[in-house]
C-alpha cells in the first residue's frame, strides 16, 4: 500500500501560480503511475496530468503549456506546477499512484482546493 498526502492548495487571483505537493508514504520508482486529478463543483473527477515510470507524460489539453508535473525521487514527492491559473482551473485537485501488479492497487490523496479569483 501507499498512503499520499497533498498539500499546496489556496486561493490565487487569475493569472497566477501555484504549486501543489504529492508526498508518498514509500519510494514513488515502485509506482507505476503518477498522476494528479480536478473535480469542480458538479462536474465529474477529470485527468490533469499523469507521469508514467517510463517517463510518458499525459496533459489534459486545458492545461498544456500552463502546468507542469515533476519528481523528487529523494523526498518521494511529486508536485503540480500551475501558472497562469484561470478561473475555470478551480476544483478540488487529487493526486493519483497506480501500482501495476496482483499486490498493487489504486491510490489516492485526500483533496486539496485550488480556488482561482479576483
Known amino acids: 500500500q501507499v498512503q499520499l498526502v497533498e498539500s499546496g492548495g489556496g486561493l490565487v487571483q487569475p493569472g497566477g501560480s501555484l504549486r501543489l505537493s504529492c508526498a508518498a508514504s514509500?519510494?514513488?520508482?515502485?509506482?507505476?503511475?503518477m498522476g494528479w486529478y480536478r473535480q469542480a463543483p458538479g462536474k465529474e473527477r477529470e485527468l490533469v496530468v499523469r507521469l508514467t515510470h517510463g517517463g510518458v507524460t499525459l496533459y489534459a489539453d486545458s492545461v498544456k503549456g500552463r502546468f507542469t508535473i515533476s519528481l523528487d525521487n529523494v523526498k518521494n514527492t511529486w508536485y503540480l506546477q500551475m501558472n497562469t491559473l484561470k478561473p475555470e482551473d478551480t476544483a478540488v485537485y487529487y493526486c493519483n499512484g497506480l501500482i501495476h501488479g496482483s499486490r498493487g492497487g489504486n491510490y489516492w490523496g485526500q483533496g486539496t482546493q485550488v480556488t482561482v479569483s479576483s
Open positions: 514509500r519510494s514513488i520508482s515502485s509506482i507505476d503511475v
